[in-house]
């Protein structure tokens, strides 16, 4: 079974442009979440989605961030401008919705702003 | 609002010793799981154990097993005949069992294998 992929690995960019993520989670798995992990700290949930439709972005910063997931497969993240405070690792996970307690995680996105 | 603590930065041990890792939490939930996750290098989480807050019984996998006292609202991890492909961050993650189901980390603890 494949894992839970994301693009790019890595990216590097400067303030004020902008960035987009991408995930696709494993086949099946109506749960998508998208977690910020700044160096040092455990992730912190930024959006997860029910197949097409949001749960729970509280700690969305919408004015700069914002995500969507069309057919409820891949998802992706975005932010625009982007703030030096952004620089860390992105993670995306996934969830059957029959399997009740657990997160599959892919491999994170590193982003450094500059 | 739940908190997960993790008040080990960094924690080290000697190849084939056993380590504790600590954890404490709060919430006013009665049912919830908790979790360990190691984060390695390549940045990977992995779930290592998980534990149901209705289980009195402490959850085991292979090597890894948890200390989870309910009352005090702790959750230790003790790993034993430690492995150098054991040394990685290791975060201990809360969640509840209704809503969102969204998980809530602690701040990691780095373990470091000396051989």
Known sequence: EAGVAQSPRYKIIEKRQ????????????????????ILGQGPKLLIQFQNNGVVDDSQLPKDR????????????????????????????ASRLESRFYEQYFGPGTRLTVT | AQTVTQSQPEMSVQEA???????????????????????????????????EAYKQQNATENRFSVNFQKAAKSFSLKISDSQLGDAAMYFCAYRVIQGAQKLVF???TRLTINP
Not at chain 1, 24 to 36: D, E, K, M, R, V
Not at chain 2, 20 to 48: A, G, N
Request: negative net charge.
């Open chain 1, 18 to 37: 902008s960035v987009a993520f991408w995930c696709n989670p494993i086949s099946g798995h109506a749960t998508l979440y998208w977690y910020q992990q």
């Open chain 1, 65 to 92: 961030f914002s995500a969507e997931r069309l057919k409820g497969v891949d998802s992706t993240l975005k932010i625009q401008p982007a703030k030096l405070e952004d620089s860390a690792v992105y993670l995306c």
């Open chain 2, 17 to 51: 010793e056993t380590v504790t890792l600590s954890c404490t939490y709060d919430t006013s939930e009665s049912d919830y799981y908790l979790f360990w996750y190691k984060q390695p290098p390549s940045r990977q989480m992995i779930l290592v154990i998980r534990q």
């Open chain 2, 106 to 108: 602690g701040q990691g």
